[in-house]
T-cell receptor
């Protein structure tokens, strides 16, 4: 059974203070690792997909990296509008959630203070 | 890009009542998913359709839950005899099957409160 663990559960940063969010996973045959952003009362919004160890992707102040056991979401010089819950999810040969189904972690609740 | 639409956004009901939610996926997407999310948790898979066929159900989907996707377009999720434990955000997502692995696009969800 796929497992995804995210840490920390919550993180409070000052505006401009860079940090990283962690996603550790256990899967049988990783097909893809996904990062989503979720604002209160809304559905998850797609950020990145990573497919193989060593891969990196960037979007504005966010950079996602992947190893064989974990992924990091690095946030550089964050702004208050980056405040949200960041969800990590894996897609595997045994996702148990349909052909493209995802197994999610509980998320990291990020607060950026001005 | 109209995105995935869900209706209603919020539903308050009394225990024992039946409720039905609707999801309209992105038009060219042939796969449709239902997830449930409770406070402080990530979304959990409920069921999945490819076109009109319901191909997989989670053990979380009790007999009180039923989902349909007539003609492979919109989908409905019905909960019969609601219980307080059914209170959650119900999320719909869609994707397009192809050679490459596809990401899921989520709707804004239906927040269900069972009193």
């Amino acid at each position: 059974e796929d497992q995804v663990t995210q840490s920390p559960e919550a993180l409070r940063l000052q505006e401009g203070e860079s940090s990283s969010l962690n996603c550790s996973y256990t899967v049988s045959g990783l097909r893809g690792l996904f990062w989503y952003r979720q604002d209160p009362g809304k559905g998850p919004e797609f950020l990145f997909t990573l497919y193989s160890a060593g891969e990196e992707k960037e979007k504005e102040r966010l950079k996602a990296t992947l190893t064989k056991k974990e992924s990091f979401l690095h946030i550089t010089a964050p702004k208050p509008e980056d405040s949200a819950t960041y969800l990590c999810a894996v897609q595997s040969a045994d996702s148990g959630g349909g052909a493209d189904g995802l197994t999610f972690g509980k998320g990291t609740h990020l607060i950026i203070q001005p | 890009d109209t995105g995935v639409s869900q209706d209603p956004r919020h539903k308050i009901t009394k225990r024992g009542q039946n409720v039905t939610f609707r999801c309209d996926p992105i038009s060219e997407h042939n796969r449709l998913y239902w997830y449930r999310q409770t406070l402080g948790q990530g979304p959990e898979f409920l069921t999945y359709f490819q076109n009109e066929a319901q191909l997989e159900k989670s053990r979380l989907l009790s007999d009180r839950f039923s989902a349909e996707r007539p003609k492979g377009s919109f989908s409905t999720l019905e909960i019969q005899r609601t219980e307080q434990g059914d209170s959650a955000m119900y999320l719909c997502a869609s994707s397009f099957s192809g050679i490459v692995r596809e990401k899921l696009f989520f709707g804004s969800g239906t927040q269900l409160s069972v009193l």
